[in-house]
């Protein structure tokens, strides 16, 4: 039995009036793409997440993966599962048309997106990774390498890891030591060892290609020395991608880990593996960046399809478990008591917020390339690259609390395996962590997004929400309307401080780069209810009630998070670092 039901009226709300995929349509680029082919997409996607990938998820969390003989295990029923997804072509959703994929908009990838990963995250880190490496592979491999490898990866012939990082190589990647030879061939010889690579075994396909940051011998120390070569674990003996003996790639461990146990999280060592340079030397950062943006994306909505998921168990159990109410008469079901409802409410409220954050950067990456006039990608780009860390960071967190609510929405019953909710708990705890950790997309928002180019992406983050607040005039929208205006004075007098203090005193906005991610989030989330609230028809009466519940509970964190934005460094450096190894 699936466990999962998508939020198709959720979906299908977003597709139609907040990021209108008809809209797209009348773009060139995406001429191909009309109301049928979405609805049909959504559709089909939903059946598939429902009845493949939702029952999988229980199993996959009890069995994992294991490494059995040198080869990684999946648990049952992933690799059919595997196959039907790469049949049903959902790995080239939005790749080109002449690289094997769909070329559908981002939006809708999106969308699938959130429902794979609502079913089953664990099984939705595969694609994402290979969605990845073609998309790197497309845009910097030279042609041959492009068109043996691409065909295969875009069609889910073969699968892929993004192998980054490193036992001294982390957040800083540039620490990165793996070393790379270069053949009289023009081919590379890898030595090193990679950690935490996902899905970096697997029995799905005959061939998995790694995508790798290594340094070439003589290079400079530092991310500018960093090259990135795939290093396929078997041998390609032909143009069209035939496969050879194994390459000298082993797996030498699987992870044990707190949740997406049926990902296995593999240590990967290269022992003068036979590699391909991608682009050129010392590109490998610039190169690995191509698909920065959509692995950001893609945890956030991986956050969002989580909390989604969770928020719908709670609602069915808040309405089916009858505890409380007068001593002398029955119990009534939980769902009639505040408490209970200030946690439905606060699920619902920050999921559709981010859901709806999530599809309107996507938009803006749909746009930024397919947009009619130069100026409006531009536009567009710019405002998607100030949303994306935003995405992320809140996205990722928004999954995790909104898990834990549900929890607590279950008692003692969600403590438990069988309500299926603490799974999902463990599960998105990662999500904070890995892509980049939160502290560094709220450090990178700071430092790089909000300086670049004058802020201009900033600006038009700013222009567009007081556009919105602009239009209309309906007594029903007062209570959103008046807190995002209100936050929205607060984040601009913060956004200041911070650019004063990027300036003279970094050590100040680093202490402070938190919270104002967390304040450029909940004014975000604020103007995505202010544009929801505001359509007309079905469901605007509780799309109007949730909008004030964000607008009165939610919103009133931003005086808080101004504070500790703006309260320095100082406060953190208190404890010099001889006192925190006293209190180690
Ligand atoms: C389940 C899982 C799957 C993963 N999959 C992959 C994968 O497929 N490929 C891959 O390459 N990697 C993968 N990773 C690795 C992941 O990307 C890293 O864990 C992540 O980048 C953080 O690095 P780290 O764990 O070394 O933590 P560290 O970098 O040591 O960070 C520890 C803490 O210090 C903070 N910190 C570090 N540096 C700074 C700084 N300069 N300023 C402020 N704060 C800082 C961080 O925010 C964090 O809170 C995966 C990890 C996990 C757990």
């Not at 209970?340 to 981010?354: K, N, P, Q």
């Not at 930024?368 to 100026?375: H, I, Q, R």
């Not at 996205?395 to 609390?401: L, M, N």
């Amino acid at each position: 039995m699936s466990e999962y039901a998508p939020p198709l009226d959720n979906i299908n709300f977003l597709l139609k009036h907040l990021v209108p995929v008809q809209a797209l349509a009348r773009l060139p680029r995406y001429s191909h793409v009309d109301a049928e082919l979405s609805d049909a997409v959504v559709a089909e996607a939903a059946r598939f997440t429902s009845e493949v990938l939702g029952p999988l998820n229980g199993i996959g969390d009890r069995v994992g993966s294991h490494l059995v003989g040198g080869r990684v295990i999946t648990p049952p029923g992933f690799r059919e599962a595997y196959r039907q997804y790469a049949e049903g072509g959902w790995v080239g959703v939005d790749l080109p048309l002449e690289h094997g994929g769909q070329a559908l908009p981002r939006v809708l990838q999106i969308a699938v997106a959130e429902m794979v990963n609502g079913a089953c995250v664990s099984f939705g880190m595969l694609p994402l990774m290979e969605r990845a490496a073609t998309k790197v592979l497309i845009a910097h491999a030279d042609p041959a390498l492009r068109d043996c490898f691409v065909p295969h990866l875009a069609a889910g012939r073969w699968g892929a890891t993004i192998s980054m990082s490193e036992a001294g190589a982390g957040s800083d990647v540039g620490r990165a030591r793996t070393r790379a030879e270069r053949q009289s061939d023009g081919t590379y010889r890898l030595t090193g060892t990679k950690i935490f690579i996902t899905y970096g075994d697997q029995d799905f396909t005959d061939q998995i290609v790694h995508l790798v940051l290594a340094r070439v011998r003589g290079a400079p120390s530092g991310v500018k020395g960093l090259s990135l070569f795939a290093v396929p674990a078997r041998l390609v003996i032909d143009a069209e991608g035939g496969l050879g003996d194994p390459n000298r790639v082993v797996v030498s461990r699987v992870e044990e880990k707190m949740g997406l146990k049926a990902s296995p999280t593999c240590v990967v060592d290269f022992d003068g593996a036979a590699g391909h340079l991608i682009g050129q030397e010392g590109d490998g950062l610039r190169n690995i960046f191509t698909m920065v943006n959509a692995m950001r994306i893609e945890v956030a909505v991986q956050g969002v399809a989580v909390a989604g998921a969770a928020t719908r168990k709670a609602v069915g159990y808040a309405l089916s478990r009858p505890q409380g109410g007068p001593p002398e008469g029955d119990a009534v079901m939980i769902v009639e008591h505040p408490d209970v409802r200030r946690m439905l409410m606060t699920m619902v409220a920050r999921t559709d917020a981010m859901r709806a954050l999530v599809y309107e950067a996507a938009y803006q990456l749909d746009l930024s390339e397919g947009a009619a006039t130069p100026a409006e990608r531009q536009a567009a780009q710019a405002l998607a690259e100030w949303l994306l860390p935003v995405c992320k960071a809140c996205g990722s967190e928004a999954g995790f609390e909104v898990a834990n609510l549900a929890v607590q929405v279950h008692g003692g019953h969600g403590y438990v395996k069988d309500a299926g909710v603490e799974q999902y708990v463990r599960d998105s705890r990662v999500m904070s962590i890995y892509e980049g950790a939160n502290g560094i997309q709220a450090l990178d928002l700071v430092t790089r997004r909000l300086v670049r180019q004058q802020g201009q992406s900033y600006r038009l983050f700013v222009d567009r929400i007081r556009t919105d607040l602009a239009v209309g005039a309906d007594d029903r929208l007062g209570a959103i309307r008046t807190s995002v205006q209100r936050e929205l004075e607060r984040l601009e007098s913060c956004t200041a401080w911070i650019c004063q203090c990027v300036a003279d005193r970094p050590r100040d906005a680093a202490a402070g780069a938190t919270a104002y991610l967390a304040l450029v989030g909940l004014v975000a989330g604020g103007w995505m209810w202010l544009r929801m609230a505001a359509v007309d028809g079905a469901g605007q009466a509780t799309r109007q009630a949730l909008a004030r519940f964000y607008a009165d509970h939610l919103m009133a964190a931003g005086s808080s998070l101004a504070e500790q934005v703006r309260s320095g460094a100082a406060i953190v450096d208190a404890l010099t670092v001889e006192d925190w190894a006293r209190l180690a």
